[in-house]
């Protein structure tokens, strides 16, 4: 339902909630993730884009979740360094950026306001 190309690079089937296979996916979210994938010139996995509300309580999200906004996906790249992809990241209008070392995944979001960073 959702086989839908956004652009040379994304589908919109990558962004939808896995359990009722709805989207919403804000403009500057996706423009902010095109140019992240320009920029590595490798493709980004999208782990987790939109999330409805019961699937973002399944998976223990916060109650607030941009998610659940359409503003927030859960990238990794293959064959980079977490790190190193949170380099370049810096460098893009990412307004919430959180660093899950440990799940090897970055979260990024384009919520309201000044760059917000955490790290688990």
């Given at each position: 339902?959702?086989?839908?190309?956004?652009?040379?690079?994304?589908?919109?089937?990558?962004?939808?909630?896995?359990?009722?296979?709805?989207?919403?996916?804000?403009?500057?979210?996706?423009?902010?993730?095109?140019?992240?994938?320009?920029?590595?010139?490798?493709?980004?996995?999208?782990?987790s884009?939109?999330?409805?509300?019961?699937?973002?309580?399944?998976?223990?999200?916060?109650?607030?979740?941009?998610?659940?906004?359409?503003?927030?996906?859960?990238?990794?790249?293959?064959e980079?360094?977490?790190?190193?992809?949170?380099?370049?990241?810096?460098?893009?209008?990412?307004?919430g950026?959180?660093?899950?070392?440990?799940?090897?995944?970055?979260?990024?979001?384009?919520?309201?306001?000044?760059?917000?960073?955490?790290?688990?």
């Amino acid at each position: 339902m959702n086989n839908i190309k956004l652009n040379q690079f994304f589908n919109l089937k990558e962004f939808e909630c896995p359990c009722c296979k709805r989207v919403m996916l804000s403009e500057i979210l996706l423009e902010n993730l095109f140019k992240l994938r320009y920029i590595l010139k490798k493709p980004i996995n999208i782990n987790s884009g939109y999330r409805c509300i019961d699937y973002n309580k399944k998976v223990k999200g916060s109650p607030g979740s941009y998610h659940m906004f359409g503003l927030a996906a859960d990238i990794s790249v293959k064959e980079m360094i977490l790190y190193d992809l949170y380099q370049i990241v810096l460098e893009i209008s990412f307004t919430g950026i959180g660093f899950y070392e440990k799940k090897n995944f970055l979260h990024l979001d384009v919520r309201p306001g000044k760059l917000f960073e955490w790290k688990e």
